[in-house]
């Protein structure tokens, strides 16, 4: 979207005008997906305290300090998201540049929370090399609170993922993600900002159980023990997501927002988002992902009611928010847009913590990249032209081999392959 892109560059100047970036605010507890598919116990964002006096005078001061920052909070709220990353960490707005915008708001007295729509992991180098966990950690770092597992989370294996969620300092939600018919997740938390119970309701393409390695979903005996609750009608589906909306609404919620790796595409019905929120009620606000588009849209849903979808592209190239008020109302939910190939950090010079990790880690795999990370004995041949190497020496960061069907593709530059992870979708 265009229409926004004027208002995030007085958000990003302002805050380094005014004060010297810090580490973003609390996240939430965890999810703990061991024990082969338990569900673990939805948690709230927990809040970092004031450091302990050291002396008497300190003791008698601090509950003045504390008064003076409750009452310079205006009661009102940012819901903070990013879809579809990749891995696209310095692209775009890049993680340094979320964080100077969490950070000016906070600044100017609004509380926040930062949620994921899923494929985070995968997309880049840093992914591959770390089976993930690179980007987990800087998600930590982030200060994320809720996040949902898109198709590409699983492309390291089932297995795999389920590790890295237990190094989440955030909380992992899925309603229709599930463990021989039990959950893995959570299906909903409810977090708590400006004295209001936020529900977040996780749901996930059931097109993974297809588009994402089926071995990765099945047992020894080549049978499916995983599911996203995929049956033809889109029903089962469409009951996990009115049943886990339905159960935050009784849990106190004030709003519910479906986190969504749905999109909008046709080859996804019927699972879209269009078909979840036409089938269900109680949702207010969809927070989508998948299909990389940005489109900003109002549907009606099962009882006739509006509802908003939003949706944040890819790599990075918007933040999505959801505005607040103190009186309560939901006030706008849109994305800012940073449409520049230049990516934000860069261009408007910023420095912050998440600027720092982001860099250093990619130095690090740059000198990864200038040796050779893979090797075969196996004479590789063009598919069309057998006589033509697959791999050339000269590009030292192309690794050695056969690619995955899913992550890789050939680009036929000069006569010679180059496979490269690309497929984001």
Same mark, same amino acid.
């Given at each position: 979207m265009w229409r926004n892109r004027g208002k995030v560059i007085p958000i990003l100047?302002?805050?380094? +005008?005014?004060? $010297?970036?810090?580490?973003?605010? $609390? $996240?939430?507890?965890?999810?703990?997906? %061991?024990g082969g598919g338990q569900a673990p116990e939805a948690a709230a964002a927990s809040e970092t305290g004031a450091p302990e006096a050291e002396a008497a005078a300190e003791e008698e001061a601090a509950p003045a300090e504390e008064a003076d920052t409750a009452a310079e909070k205006n009661g009102e709220i940012y819901i903070l998201f990013t879809s579809d990353v990749h891995c696209g960490v310095d692209q775009g707005f890049g993680y340094a540049g979320l964080e100077q915008v969490r950070d000016t708001l906070e600044e100017k007295g609004y509380e926040t929370i930062l949620v994921d729509d899923g494929d985070a992991i995968q997309g880049e180098p840093m992914g591959t090399f770390t089976n993930g966990e690179?980007?987990?950690?800087?998600?930590?770092?982030?200060?994320y609170d809720v996040a949902i597992p898109g198709n590409h989370e699983f492309d390291y294996g089932t297995d795999r993922f389920l590790e890295l969620a237990g190094k989440a300092e955030f909380t992992y939600i899925s309603c229709n993600f599930t463990y021989k018919d039990e959950p893995v997740?959570?299906?909903?938390?409810?977090?708590?900002?400006?004295?209001?119970k936020i529900g977040f309701v996780g749901v996930t393409t059931p097109t993974t159980i297809r588009s994402s390695t089926p071995a990765y979903f099945q047992d020894e005996n080549g049978e499916y023990v995983y599911s996203f609750k995929q049956d033809d009608t889109g029903e089962e589906l469409y009951q996990a997501v009115q049943e886990a909306a339905d159960?935050?609404?009784a849990d106190g919620a004030e709003y519910v927002y479906l986190v969504a790796h749905l999109g909008n595409e046709e080859a996804c019905r019927p699972w879209n988002y269009v078909d979840v929120v036409s089938h269900t009620s109680?949702?207010?606000?969809?927070?989508?992902?998948? %299909?990389?588009?940005?489109?900003q849209v109002v549907l009606k849903n099962k009882n006739g009611e509006d509802v908003t979808r939003s949706a944040v592209g890819t790599k990075m190239s918007c933040i999505g928010y959801s505005h607040i008020s103190a009186e309560?109302?939901?006030?706008?939910?849109?994305?800012? %847009?940073?449409?520049? $190939?230049?990516?934000?950090?860069? +261009?408007?010079?910023i420095h912050n913590k998440m600027g720092d990790l982001v860099e250093e880690a990619q130095v690090q795999l740059?000198?990864?990249?200038?040796?050779?990370?893979?090797?075969?004995?196996?004479?590789?041949?063009? +598919?069309?032209?057998?006589?033509l190497p697959l791999v050339r020496e000269i590009n030292p960061h192309i690794?050695?081999?056969?690619?995955?069907?899913?992550? %890789?593709?050939v680009n036929m530059e000069g006569g010679a392959g180059q496979y490269r992870e690309n497929d984001t979708d």
């Open positions: 100047v302002a805050g380094m +005008l005014t004060f $010297s970036l810090a580490a973003c605010g $609390s $996240s939430g507890q965890a999810a703990d997906p %061991s690179a980007i987990i950690e800087w998600m930590n770092a982030a200060g997740f959570a299906p909903y938390v409810i977090k708590e900002a400006a004295g209001r159960a935050a609404r109680g949702i207010d606000v969809v927070l989508d992902g998948h %299909s990389h588009d940005t489109d309560g109302e939901i006030v706008e939910t849109d994305i800012w %847009s940073w449409p520049n $190939s230049d990516p934000a950090p860069e +261009l408007l010079g740059g000198k990864k990249l200038d040796g050779v990370v893979a090797s075969t004995e196996v004479a590789l041949q063009n +598919l069309f032209e057998k006589e690794i050695s081999g056969p690619p995955s069907p899913i992550n %890789s593709a």
